[in-house]
């Protein structure tokens, strides 16, 4: 579970979200996240450097520039881990525990 929280760390910054949005519709150029976001080449290069390491993103070099795109298997991994947290299972944690709330007074209303 690590790992999925390091990604959702990497995803709680408005910027990083608005760059995997912008990658949805392909790959493009740093020069083009800079200029869509209006953010500058080192900021840019923060975010990225997140987002690659966290395995959100692919970076290809060509030249002096770098393209991005999605790393889909790794979006595709997320959104499965977010569907089994969140779906009742025999092997879900609140299976390990039991909680007798309206006796033991732990909920009041």
């Known amino acids: 579970m690590k790992e999925e929280i390091e990604i959702f760390k990497a ?3 408005e910027n990083r979200l608005k760059i995997l949005e912008m990658l949805s519709c392909g790959e493009l ?3 083009d996240i800079q200029d869509g ?3 500058t080449q080192p ?3 923060h975010h990225m450097k997140v ?3 966290v395995g959100l993103i692919n970076a290809d070099k060509r030249g002096k520039w770098a393209f991005y795109s999605i790393k889909q ?3 595709d991994r997320i959104c499965g881990f977010i569907k ?3 779906t009742p ?3 879900c944690i609140c299976n390990a525990f039991s909680c007798n709330c309206e006796s033991s007074g732990c909920i009041e209303e």
């Open 84 to 86: 089994k947290i969140t």
């Open 37 to 39: 976001l209006n953010l």
């Open 51 to 53: 987002l690659q390491k």
């Open 29 to 31: 150029c740093a020069c």
């Open 89 to 91: 299972s025999n092997d």
């Open 73 to 75: 298997d790794q979006v």
């Open 11 to 13: 995803l709680s910054d």
């Open 43 to 45: 900021t840019i290069s």
